[in-house]
């Protein structure tokens, strides 16, 4: 019978990285909780984005707004989300993910909470400004601390995890903002909301790191991190970029899905 040769512990596998078996112990699941992080910001990134929808009644209401009106509001958070989109990338790469997030989120968390301080539609308009810049660094950031994070492939699952995030959004915002606009009136909401927003960047704070500077990441799952073989990074023109065809497909689904 032909005998089995199972590769020593320690040795590389056939791209060169050390296998997970070969460092001993079992894979750990810190990056999950990274990952989670991710999903809980992306909820509320959709939270405060749809909560002027849920709340435009009221809101029309007391400020005097017709449809015109609300319709730019609306156009202004999504002219500042698409220049936010476009800067965003590249202020991440530059901050890394730790620090990029946190001023998309700081930046995102104001714009919302100031919604709850307007007074006309100017004002609001401005507000959902600061909000669409801040909010468009979500997914940059997300896709940075994936990367950072996982091995390749994980990457397309732990991507569609924190991507869920905006459904569970969409879903819990009709249902919490409501009871809390009939308590407290649809100012509150804003910034009531605003302000729960800011645990989760205390946690983000504390927790987020490259995995090689977190001292509870075991050696497996370090190693597991780290198993795709080294690949040297390439810069690509905006030019060469508008040449793939990923680059349309993701174009085309954000302007078929986004709000």
Known sequence: MASIN?????APNANGAVGDAGIGGKIGRYRWLICSLLFAATAINYVDRQMIGVLKPTISAELGWNE?????????FQAAYAVGYLSFGRIVD?????????????????????????????????????????EAGN????????????????????????????NIGAVITPLIVPIITIAFG????????????LIWLVAWIAIYRRPREVAKLSPAELAHIESDPADPAKKIGWLKLLGYRETWAYALGKFLIDP
Not at 68 to 76: G, L, Q, S
Not at 102 to 122: M, P, Y
Not at 186 to 197: D, P, Q, V, Y
């Open 68 to 76: 015109t009106t609300y319709a730019d509001v609306i156009f202004w």
């Open 94 to 134: 530059v901050l890394g993910a730790r620090i990029g997030y946190s001023v998309a989120f700081v930046i995102w968390t104001l714009g919302h909470t100031l919604c709850g301080f307007a007074g006309n539609a100017f004002q609001f308009s401005a507000a959902r400004v600061v909000l669409g810049l801040g």
């Open 186 to 197: 649809w100012r509150m909401a804003f910034i009531i909301t605003g302000a729960i927003s």
């Open 139 to 166: 997914f940059p950031a997300g896709i940075k601390a994936v990367s950072e994070w996982f091995p390749a492939k994980e990457r397309a699952f732990a991507t569609g995890v924190f991507n869920a995030g905006a």
């Open 6 to 10: 199972m590769p020593e512990a320690g």
